[in-house]
């Protein structure tokens, strides 16, 4: 069968690889329909992602249908269709035991630490598989788990209602953080240099936006705020400057939550974490947030249809991830399909 496999930063080959057999663990066999291009993706291929090994079969947006099921398997059919959760945790160490298992000491993602959904079939845990909402197709349906990613993140912040929340970025990660969050709370500012995104972030349920590159965000932040700041920022952006600007940003008693996976040095500011007592809280990937997502769609509460904007065959993945870097304006979000 096809697989992608990123050998090593900047090489991407399409290599044959066999087809994996179920066993009484990984016991169901998934056909794959649909994949997701992820930033973390591009890391990869970039060779930026610190967290990521080589080679590597990437992919960890997967959607697809089952295939085959084990005997040991309970609640899934062949022909369901299904998205596939990307963390695979130990159970055991001190993060799994506190229900954390996101950031399981023995943590390996799928795609990143272990293979992934880039390639024709896979087997996985009965456990590790959702089924699909009605309402998706099986293309939209990778948006499912970016959007777990952006539940996490508010989970972390302890959203609230009367919260005063700041989006540091407003691309794929922002754009989703902001379609769970304005579900927990009305006050949101979203940022970004990007007039075009802002617009649509106004759309999406955004009560002021601000453009840094033609305003002072700090400044404006603190009039959208009555003079406090945020009470919550989350960084969406993750670049170089992006987290002493939320600190800056975030007023006292504040939250601030970083997502970024560079290993690059970036300031920060010991006075300013101290003297508002801030606290600054890392989100990582989601822990078991699949189900939350799926019951908020089934619910109308999310809408996830049409967020793709790009589909290319797997064996044209090279085209895929070329066609992404280009940073066409078109581009929304890109998934790789199989029916090639």
Do not use: W
Not at 207 to 218: G, Q, R, S, V
């Amino acid at each position: 069968m096809k697989a992608v496999q990123i050998v090593k930063p900047e090489e991407l080959k399409v290599i044959d690889i066999e087809k994996p057999v179920i066993d009484e663990k990984n016991n169901v066999l998934v056909k794959m329909t649909a994949a997701g291009i992820c930033g973390s993706d591009m890391g990869i291929y970039h060779g930026t992602n610190a967290a990521a090994t080589y080679p590597r079969v990437i992919g960890h947006e997967m959607v697809g249908r089952v295939d085959q099921v084990g005997p040991n398997v309970k609640d899934l059919n062949v022909g369901d269709r299904v998205i596939i959760n990307q963390v695979t945790s130990c159970g055991h160490c001190y993060p799994c035991r506190i229900g954390r298992g996101n950031v399981c000491d023995n943590l390996a993602i799928r795609g990143v630490h272990i293979d992934g959904g880039y390639r024709e079939f896979i087997a996985v845990p009965e456990k590790d598989c959702y089924i699909l909402p009605e309402s998706l197709s099986d293309t939209d349906a990778v948006m499912i788990e970016p959007t777990t990613i952006g539940i996490q993140a508010c989970t972390r912040a302890e959203l609230k209602k009367d919260d005063m929340l700041l989006i540091y970025g407003s691309g794929a990660l922002g754009s989703t953080i902001l379609k769970v969050a304005r579900l927990l709370c009305d006050h949101i500012i979203v940022a970004d240099i990007m007039d075009d995104k802002l617009e649509t972030a106004k759309k999406n349920g955004a009560k002021y936006t601000i453009n840094p590159l033609k305003e002072d965000l700090i400044e404006k932040v603190k009039e959208y705020t009555g003079g406090h700041g945020s009470t919550v920022s989350i960084d969406s952006a993750c670049t170089k400057d992006s987290l002493i600007t939320l600190l800056k940003a975030t007023g006292n008693a504040g939250r601030v939550i970083t997502m970024g996976f560079s290993v690059s040095p970036t300031e920060v500011n010991q006075f300013l974490i101290t003297s508002k007592e801030l606290d600054v809280r890392g989100s990582r990937l989601q822990n078991k947030m699949f189900g939350k997502a799926i019951e908020l769609i089934n619910e109308g509460k999310l809408d996830l249809s049409g967020t793709v904007s790009h589909t290319f065959p797997l064996i044209k993945a090279q085209e895929a991830f070329d066609f992404n870097d280009s940073h066409d304006p078109s581009i929304r979000k890109i998934a790789l399909t199989f029916d090639f």
